[in-house]
């Protein structure tokens, strides 16, 4: 290996090997990974450092984009189709208006409009998406011994969490165009209009092979709280009832909200699978911190460590955005009289999500005195020198002294 290694390592063609990586990793082959990472190993042994950097930032990105790949399932049968004289939606396709605004109802989203990556999500909640996926690409043969695939989906959970791009996400790997709405957008003051709304957009739906996503869902349910409402959401509600059972068998729906409590029981039932995304857990919060610090080398790990750290109930999108601020801020720091710590703390500090009493109450502490009560949280004596710049020694120190 560390002949080819070496061949390679020398190669003018460098570039051309790296785009056939690239191609090649898009098939997800666990023995292909396999290959590079011993390529990337030799490579390093030769002190050809930045080609192995290449091509290993290739691998890490594929096994990003992959960690839930429906690798058993074929690339054929996503073609699929889910009801019968279905037309292919194209984004030139007229989506229907509001009459009195004008405004379209829904949004086309094409499967190569948008880069999603699946959310990180603790693993029972990943089991429940395979089967959920497993399902629709496998509708044909649900069908074939007599059943129906579960074709509608209710997601819900806190803002932030990653239902949008989780919904995105599911279109992209049933290469399906997304017809998006927010519901929110579909209320009109004027009686009846709502819901002829929402008929009209259930109608274009159906028309079409696509997703069905109804953001903001719980935006009717939230009209009940007003007495003078209550006949016309009633009205409302019924009308959205009808047009979900009109659209079952006609292709997938997915649900989107935060406030699942507002919603009526008879439509929380329409929906044959009510997934709850919950907020990211520990681990989780190391990944998402390493995607947006864009790098999983050692010293990411440490800082992706203490942003997860103080991000204890935070969703998803919060972390990103803490995370994202501390990168910014150590591009003009001067990192030789500013630990990486110190610059965590700084931001934890000033951000407007809500920070936990005690993580802020270890961050307050001098330096020298976060050292134990981070020790016990689990935080390795390696981690920590680097975070804050001192050596191993000095931490231990300071760590077992009364
Ligand atoms: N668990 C997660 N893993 C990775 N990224 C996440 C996670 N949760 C949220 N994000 C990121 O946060 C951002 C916002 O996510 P998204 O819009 O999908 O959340 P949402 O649940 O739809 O929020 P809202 O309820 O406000 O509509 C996205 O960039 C998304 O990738
Ligand atoms: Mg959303």
């Known amino acids: 290996m560390s002949d080819v290694a070496r061949r390679l390592s020398t190669m003018e063609h460098f570039p051309i090997v790296t785009s ?31 080609q192995a950097e290449a091509l290993s930032k290739l691998l890490n990105r594929r096994s990003r984009n992959t960690e839930l790949a429906p690798s058993r399932l074929t690339q054929s049968s996503r073609a699929v189709p889910l009801a019968t004289g279905l037309e292919k939606l194209s984004p030139q396709s007229a989506v229907p208006v509001d009459k009195d605004s004008s405004a379209p109802l829904a949004t086309i989203i094409m499967p190569d409009d948008v880069v999603t ?54 279109a992209q790997q049933l290469g399906r165009p997304v017809v998006l709405a927010r519901l929110d957008g579909l209320i009109s003051s004027f009686l009846g209009t709502t819901a002829r709304n929402l008929g009209a957009l259930f109608t274009f739906a159906n028309k079409y092979d696509c997703v069905l996503v109804l953001d903001e869902f719980d935006a009717l349910a939230k009209v009940r709280d007003d007495p003078n409402e209550v006949g016309e959401i009633k009205r409302v509600v019924n009308a959205l ?31 044959e699978v009510q997934l709850a995304v919950p907020k990211p857990e520990f681990e989780q ?24 750290w103080v991000a204890e109930g935070l969703s998803g999108a919060e972390l990103r955005t803490l995370a994202t601020k501390y990168r910014k801020r150590r591009l003009f720091v001067n990192a030789e009289d500013v630990p990486p710590a110190a610059t965590i703390a700084q931001v934890a500090s000033s951000t407007s999500v809500h920070i936990g009493d005690d993580v802020l109450d270890v961050l307050q502490l001098d330096e020298a005195k976060q050292l134990k009560p981070l020790h016990s949280k689990g935080f390795s004596y390696a981690d920590l020198a ?17």
């Open 20 to 50: 056939l990586v690239r191609v090649a990793l898009g098939n997800d082959s666990a023995r292909l990974s396999h290959q590079v990472q011993r390529l990337v190993e030799a490579l390093v042994a030769d002190g050809e450092d930045a």
């Open 386 to 402: 680097y975070l804050f710049d001192i050596s191993t020694k000095t931490v231990q120190r300071r760590v077992t002294e009364e």
């Open 285 to 308: 919060r190391v990944q998402i911190a390493l995607r947006s610090l864009d790098s999983a080398d050692d010293s990411a790990r440490a800082e992706a460590h203490l942003l997860s």
């Open 241 to 271: 009832l009808q047009n979900m059972d009109v659209r079952v068998g006609r292709g997938i729906t997915i649900a989107l909200t935060n406030h699942e409590g507002l919603l009526d029981p008879a439509i929380w039932r329409r929906f």
């Open 117 to 170: 990556t699946l959310p990180l999500f603790p693993a029972s909640v990943h089991a429940n998406i395979e089967a959920l996926l497993m399902e629709w690409m496998n509708a044909d043969r649900i069908r074939e011994v007599g059943l129906s695939p579960s074709l509608s989906l209710l997601v819900y959970g806190a803002p932030g969490t990653g239902k949008t791009t989780l919904a995105l996400w599911l």
